[in-house]
């Protein structure tokens, strides 16, 4: 935290602009050695200042140089952002004398870690920083930056407010029960907050898989027996010939994956090797791909022909898809129909050449993930594994105390999981964290942020 560090903030190759950002104590200093115009120390904070970088006495670039002063920046330090012209050479040879004159190359993330350290922002807005970055659609972007203006914060420290003045009463009730004038915390008022508390945490975890769905969109595996239709399902999606399409079995030995976005949702396809038993080696290891991977996708599409009976290798899928999110798609509904599937297993008919069984296809996929109702101005989705789990623990420990109540556990106990509780809601805003954490997460940023 005492370094002054560097970073080349802008994505690398040909451009118009790039920027090597300094931050530190020291950043002025070390900026004013290379830089040919105005004394940077001497110059008002938020100013963009012109001259050249230097090397010696031969001019390495012409620039503008953008002065912050503590405590208004990003990092609460003194920073000095260089705008150079773009391309890898200027860009290389600015920042390495920045580098020789004194700053230290920034980590992943290091900008960020040090805004989150010095309290500007916290866990979960430093979070949505890289969530910005990353989004690729507008339901990400949206999302994204409501989390970075403080929504989903405000939630948490609202739910943390009322533990807080809970553990307040609970306290005094404790240690001076003798005062008349102290309301007594009976347990039905007790189990009304408790039920209260648990029922907001439980509207964030509910809300959970909308927010997974909008930063990594659906993995969606196209299953089946060798030349039911997945390739030329997946083209159809894609509306291009992304896949070789055959009337020889087994033309797809390997995963073929491809994206596109549905309602502002990004979805993952994957086709694959047709399943069947074969003697091929190659065809082989395409097929037990095929099986890991209904194992971990989102959601799977059976794909079975509509002219054909069912096989044994078809019964043994709709067996194996049965537990998980999945849908069962009929193609060839031109040709006349030959399955017979159990009454009790649902399907949509379909052709890969029409425009009707894709479009029946996509609505099912939009009910089954409530895509047309999530909204981009509701800026309360957790967005990963790591928020999830701290607001199930919450929910867990929260749960343990209503459970408790008409037990009548005695309240010194039950204020040990109220309190957890509180705790945890800290460590998802980053009000208390371990160090590890805090370096693990921000190793996964982009260099210069």
Same mark, same amino acid.
């Given at each position: ?6 970073? %080349?903030?802008?994505?690398?190759g ?5 920027i ?14 290379? !830089?040919k115009?105005? =004394? +940077?120390?001497k ?10 970088? @230097?090397?010696?006495?031969? /001019? ?5 140089? &953008?002065?912050?002063l503590a405590?208004k ?13 773009g391309? %890898? ?6 920042f390495?004398?920045?580098? $020789?004159?004194g700053?230290r190359?920034?980590?992943p ?5 040090r ?7 916290n ?12 989004s690729k ?12 203006n403080?929504?989903?914060?405000n939630i948490i420290k609202?739910e943390?407010?009322?533990i807080?003045n809970? +553990? ?6 404790i240690?001076?029960? $003798?005062? $008349? ?9 007790? &189990? ?5 508390i648990k ?5 964030l ?6 927010g997974? /769905?909008?930063?990594?969109? @659906?993995d ?11 390739s030329?399902?997946?083209?159809a !999606?894609?509306?291009?010939? *992304? ?7 087994g ?7 491809a994206?596109t976005? &549905?309602?502002?949702?990004e979805?993952?396809?994957?086709d694959t090797a #047709?399943?069947r038993?074969t003697?091929d080696q190659?065809?082989?290891? #395409? ?5 890991k991977?209904?194992d971990?996708?989102?959601? /799977? ?7 054909e ?10 067996? *194996? ?7 069962? !798609?009929?193609?060839?509904n ?9 009454s009790?297993?649902s399907?949509?008919?379909g052709?890969?050449?029409e425009?009707? #069984?894709?479009?029946?296809?996509k *609505? $099912?996929?939009i ?5 047309d ?12 594994i790591?928020q ?14 209503a459970?408790d109540?008409?037990? =009548?556990?005695?309240?010194d &106990?039950l ?6 509780v509180w705790e945890?809601?800290?460590?998802? @805003?980053g009000?208390?964290?371990e160090d590890?954490?805090?370096d ?6 982009c +260099?210069?942020?």
């Amino acid at each position: 935290m005492e370094d002054t560090i560097a970073s %080349i903030s802008t994505a690398s190759g040909k451009g118009a602009i790039s920027i090597v950002r300094i931050s530190g104590k020291d950043s002025l200093k070390i900026v004013n050695k290379i !830089f040919k115009g105005k =004394n +940077l120390e001497k110059v008002k904070s938020h100013t963009i200042n012109y001259g050249y970088i @230097i090397d010696q006495d031969q /001019i390495i670039d012409e620039v503008l140089v &953008m002065v912050m002063l503590a405590p208004k920046t990003y990092t609460t330090e003194n920073v000095v952002e260089i705008n150079c012209h773009g391309g %890898i050479a200027t860009t290389n040879k600015i920042f390495s004398l920045v580098i $020789e004159n004194g700053a230290r190359i920034a980590e992943p993330g290091e900008f960020t870690k040090r805004a989150f350290l010095n309290g500007r922002i916290n866990l979960l807005e430093a979070e949505a920083v890289q969530d910005l970055i990353s989004s690729k659609s507008e339901k990400q972007r949206a999302i994204a930056i409501n989390s970075l203006n403080g929504r989903l914060t405000n939630i948490i420290k609202t739910e943390r407010d009322k533990i807080l003045n809970l +553990l307040a009463n609970i306290a005094v009730n404790i240690d001076y029960p $003798e005062y $008349e004038d102290n309301k007594e915390v009976t347990n039905e008022d007790l &189990m009304n907050q408790v039920l209260n508390i648990k029922k907001d945490l439980g509207h964030l975890l509910e809300n959970a898989s909308l927010g997974k /769905i909008i930063k990594s969109g @659906i993995d969606i595996a196209l299953v089946g027996r060798p030349n039911v239709g997945k390739s030329s399902l997946l083209n159809a !999606f894609l509306n291009e010939e *992304k896949a070789i399409v055959t009337d020889i079995s087994g033309t797809t030995r390997d995963l073929i994956e491809a994206k596109t976005t &549905m309602n502002g949702i990004e979805l993952n396809l994957i086709d694959t090797a #047709g399943i069947r038993k074969t003697n091929d080696q190659v065809e082989k290891i #395409g097929v037990n791909r095929s099986k890991k991977i209904i194992d971990t996708a989102d959601l /799977i599409i059976l794909v079975l022909n509509n002219n054909e009976e069912l096989t044994f290798e078809d019964q043994e899928l709709i067996k *194996k898809i049965q537990k998980k999110p999945h849908i069962i !798609f009929l193609n060839k509904n031109d040709l006349a129909k030959k399955i017979n599937l159990p009454s009790d297993i649902s399907f949509i008919s379909g052709n890969t050449k029409e425009i009707n #069984g894709l479009d029946n296809l996509k *609505k $099912e996929i939009i009910n089954l993930y409530h895509l047309d109702k999530i909204e981009e101005k509701d800026g309360t989705y957790l967005s990963n594994i790591r928020q999830i789990n701290l607001i199930k623990k919450a929910i867990k420990d929260i749960t343990k105390v209503a459970d408790d109540i008409p037990k =009548n556990m005695p309240i010194d &106990m039950l204020e040990i999981y109220i309190r957890d509780v509180w705790e945890t809601l800290g460590l998802l @805003i980053g009000e208390t964290y371990e160090d590890e954490l805090i370096d693990k997460l921000f190793q996964n940023f982009c +260099l210069g942020k």
